[in-house]
């Protein structure tokens, strides 16, 4: 089985920093991409950015220049570094990971994600 834990939300302010990380584990054979997504009250869930093995990057327009993501493909690890954090980026940030895995002695390709750890940027 295949888990992902987020670390590293919290309360900051406007103008600040944060970073946040998270660890997938498990039966994985090949990480293929890791994506960060934010959900806030009454909204779905959005794509925030997403990297590739290969280092290959997109971010949503909204945190250009701002958020950084990067990817540790041997310890199967993601960080996403907020920085001029706005009050507009509060939510819950979301991990996934597009992974392939042996799971019931079989091969399969799934999309997996974490439970989510919260941000808040208030003054």
């Known amino acids: 089985q295949v888990q992902l834990v987020e670390s590293g939300g919290g309360l900051v302010q406007p103008g600040g920093s944060l970073l946040l990380s998270c660890a997938a584990s498990?039966?994985?054979?090949?990480?293929?991409?890791m994506g960060w997504y934010r959900q806030t009250a009454g909204n779905q869930r959005e794509l925030v950015t997403r990297i590739t093995t290969d280092g290959s990057a997109n971010y949503t327009d909204s945190v250009k220049g701002r958020f950084t993501i990067s990817i540790d493909n041997a310890k199967k690890v993601v960080t996403l570094q907020m920085k001029s954090l706005k009050p507009a980026d509060t939510g819950v940030y979301y991990c996934?990971?597009?992974?392939?895995?042996?799971?019931?002695?079989?091969?399969?390709?799934?999309?997996?994600w974490g439970r989510g750890t919260p941000v808040t940027v208030s003054s």
């Open positions: 996934n990971a597009d992974c392939t895995f042996w799971s019931d002695h079989t091969i399969q390709r799934d999309i997996i």
């Open positions: 498990g039966n994985i054979l090949h990480l293929n991409a």
